[in-house]
Protein backbone atom coordinates (compact mmCIF):
# COMPACT_ATOMS: atom_id res chain seq x y z
CA UNK A 1 0.00 0.00 0.00
CA UNK A 2 1.19 3.59 -0.72
CA UNK A 3 1.44 6.11 1.94
CA UNK A 4 -0.88 7.85 -0.02
CA UNK A 5 -3.87 5.29 -0.33
CA UNK A 6 -3.28 4.47 3.96
CA UNK A 7 -3.91 8.23 4.95
CA UNK A 8 -7.85 9.15 5.79
CA UNK A 9 -9.35 11.61 3.56
CA UNK A 10 -10.34 14.74 4.54
CA UNK A 11 -12.97 16.89 3.54
CA UNK A 12 -11.78 20.20 2.45
CA UNK A 13 -14.89 22.04 2.64
CA UNK A 14 -13.72 24.70 0.65
CA UNK A 15 -13.20 22.15 -2.46
CA UNK A 16 -16.27 20.19 -1.31
CA UNK A 17 -18.76 20.71 -4.46
CA UNK A 18 -21.88 20.05 -2.46
CA UNK A 19 -21.15 22.66 0.22
CA UNK A 20 -20.42 24.83 -2.26
CA UNK A 21 -23.83 24.72 -4.03
CA UNK A 22 -25.18 25.08 -0.93
CA UNK A 23 -23.56 28.18 -0.39
CA UNK A 24 -24.34 29.70 -3.49
CA UNK A 25 -28.10 28.93 -3.57
CA UNK A 26 -27.89 31.02 -0.07
CA UNK A 27 -25.93 33.71 -1.58
CA UNK A 28 -27.97 34.05 -4.91
CA UNK A 29 -31.23 33.94 -3.34
CA UNK A 30 -30.04 36.53 -0.58
CA UNK A 31 -28.88 38.25 -4.09
CA UNK A 32 -32.35 38.49 -5.48
CA UNK A 33 -34.25 38.84 -2.58
CA UNK A 34 -32.67 42.57 -2.31
CA UNK A 35 -35.50 43.40 -4.84
CA UNK A 36 -38.37 41.92 -3.22
CA UNK A 37 -37.89 42.12 -0.11
CA UNK A 38 -37.67 45.86 0.53
CA UNK A 39 -40.00 47.26 -2.56
CA UNK A 40 -42.41 44.54 -2.04
CA UNK A 41 -42.17 43.39 1.66
CA UNK A 42 -41.75 39.75 0.67
CA UNK A 43 -39.46 36.90 2.32
CA UNK A 44 -37.78 34.31 0.34
CA UNK A 45 -40.69 31.89 1.05
CA UNK A 46 -43.19 33.91 -0.25
CA UNK A 47 -41.25 35.38 -3.36
CA UNK A 48 -41.25 31.11 -3.96
CA UNK A 49 -44.97 30.95 -3.64
CA UNK A 50 -45.87 33.77 -5.72
CA UNK A 51 -42.86 32.80 -8.38
CA UNK A 52 -44.71 29.29 -8.83
CA UNK A 53 -48.41 30.44 -8.71
CA UNK A 54 -47.41 33.08 -11.30
CA UNK A 55 -46.36 30.60 -13.35
CA UNK A 56 -49.17 27.70 -13.00
CA UNK A 57 -52.15 29.57 -11.85
CA UNK A 58 -54.09 25.96 -10.98
CA UNK A 59 -51.01 24.90 -8.70
CA UNK A 60 -51.21 23.72 -5.16
CA UNK A 61 -49.32 24.15 -1.98
CA UNK A 62 -47.98 20.07 -2.49
CA UNK A 63 -46.66 21.36 -5.95
CA UNK A 64 -45.31 24.34 -4.48
CA UNK A 65 -43.36 22.11 -2.00
CA UNK A 66 -42.47 19.61 -4.52
CA UNK A 67 -41.30 21.81 -7.36
CA UNK A 68 -39.06 24.36 -4.84
CA UNK A 69 -37.96 21.68 -2.14
CA UNK A 70 -39.65 23.90 0.82
CA UNK A 71 -40.45 22.19 3.41
CA UNK A 72 -44.73 22.21 3.42
CA UNK A 73 -44.88 23.97 6.81
CA UNK A 74 -42.78 26.69 5.27
CA UNK A 75 -44.87 26.59 2.27
CA UNK A 76 -48.27 27.01 4.88
CA UNK A 77 -47.04 29.89 6.38
CA UNK A 78 -45.93 31.75 3.08
CA UNK A 79 -49.49 31.04 2.02
CA UNK A 80 -51.11 31.98 4.76
CA UNK A 81 -49.55 35.36 4.38
CA UNK A 82 -50.04 36.05 0.71
CA UNK A 83 -53.44 35.12 1.48
CA UNK A 84 -53.93 37.57 4.27
CA UNK A 85 -52.20 40.35 2.48
CA UNK A 86 -54.65 39.65 -0.82
CA UNK A 87 -52.18 38.54 -2.91
CA UNK A 88 -53.11 35.22 -3.70
CA UNK A 89 -56.62 33.43 -3.91
CA UNK A 90 -57.72 29.62 -3.03
CA UNK A 91 -59.92 27.80 -5.31
CA UNK A 92 -61.31 24.65 -4.86
CA UNK A 93 -60.59 22.18 -8.37
CA UNK A 94 -64.05 21.28 -9.97
CA UNK A 95 -62.58 18.05 -9.58
CA UNK A 96 -62.11 17.08 -6.10
CA UNK A 97 -63.36 20.04 -3.75
CA UNK A 98 -61.08 18.96 -0.64
CA UNK A 99 -58.11 20.07 -3.02
CA UNK A 100 -57.18 23.65 -3.29
CA UNK A 101 -55.83 25.11 -6.13
CA UNK A 102 -53.98 28.59 -5.89
CA UNK A 103 -54.02 31.68 -7.82
CA UNK A 104 -52.85 35.36 -8.09
CA UNK A 105 -55.63 37.99 -6.81
CA UNK A 106 -55.77 41.14 -9.31
CA UNK A 107 -52.87 42.40 -6.93
CA UNK A 108 -51.32 39.56 -6.43
CA UNK A 109 -50.85 39.68 -10.60
CA UNK A 110 -49.97 43.69 -10.81
CA UNK A 111 -47.38 42.49 -7.95
CA UNK A 112 -45.94 39.88 -10.14
CA UNK A 113 -45.94 41.83 -12.86
CA UNK A 114 -43.54 44.00 -11.20
CA UNK A 115 -41.28 41.62 -9.90
CA UNK A 116 -40.56 39.22 -13.31
CA UNK A 117 -38.54 42.17 -15.19
CA UNK A 118 -37.09 42.91 -12.00
CA UNK A 119 -36.25 39.34 -11.17
CA UNK A 120 -34.70 39.15 -14.84
CA UNK A 121 -32.46 41.72 -14.81
CA UNK A 122 -31.19 40.98 -11.08
CA UNK A 123 -30.43 37.33 -12.91
CA UNK A 124 -28.44 38.80 -16.11
CA UNK A 125 -26.71 40.98 -14.16
CA UNK A 126 -25.38 38.10 -11.51
CA UNK A 127 -24.84 36.08 -14.54
CA UNK A 128 -22.73 38.83 -16.25
CA UNK A 129 -19.67 38.21 -14.35
CA UNK A 130 -19.17 34.79 -16.87
CA UNK A 131 -18.59 34.44 -20.66
CA UNK A 132 -21.02 32.88 -22.86
CA UNK A 133 -19.38 29.95 -23.10
CA UNK A 134 -19.23 29.28 -19.40
CA UNK A 135 -22.62 30.64 -19.16
CA UNK A 136 -24.00 27.66 -21.38
CA UNK A 137 -21.36 25.30 -19.95
CA UNK A 138 -22.75 26.47 -16.35
CA UNK A 139 -26.71 25.87 -17.44
CA UNK A 140 -26.19 22.67 -19.03
CA UNK A 141 -24.19 21.49 -15.87
CA UNK A 142 -27.23 22.47 -14.16
CA UNK A 143 -29.74 20.95 -15.96
CA UNK A 144 -27.19 17.54 -15.62
CA UNK A 145 -27.12 18.27 -12.13
CA UNK A 146 -30.94 18.31 -11.59
CA UNK A 147 -31.84 15.14 -14.02
CA UNK A 148 -29.22 12.93 -12.28
CA UNK A 149 -30.90 14.13 -8.75
CA UNK A 150 -34.39 14.01 -10.12
CA UNK A 151 -35.34 17.43 -9.46
CA UNK A 152 -36.63 18.79 -12.39
CA UNK A 153 -38.88 16.66 -14.95
CA UNK A 154 -38.54 16.36 -18.41
CA UNK A 155 -40.08 19.96 -18.93
CA UNK A 156 -37.34 21.83 -16.75
CA UNK A 157 -34.60 19.93 -18.35
CA UNK A 158 -35.81 21.24 -22.08
CA UNK A 159 -36.41 24.83 -20.68
CA UNK A 160 -33.22 24.72 -19.17
CA UNK A 161 -31.33 23.53 -22.54
CA UNK A 162 -33.61 26.32 -24.68
CA UNK A 163 -32.06 28.81 -22.09
CA UNK A 164 -28.87 27.60 -22.63
CA UNK A 165 -29.18 27.91 -26.73
CA UNK A 166 -30.42 31.63 -26.42
CA UNK A 167 -27.71 32.50 -24.56
CA UNK A 168 -25.58 35.09 -25.66
Not at 111 to 127: G, H, I, N
Request: charge should be positive.
Amino acid sequence: MSPRSTRRASLQLARFVPFRLNRLAVAVSQHLSAIYRGRFQLDIPEWRVMATVGQDPRCTAQHIAASTRMHKTRVSRAIAHLLKRGLIERVSRAADRREMQLRLSSSGRRMYAQLVPLALLRERALLACMSARELRGFITGLARLEGFLGVAGPAAARASASHAESLP
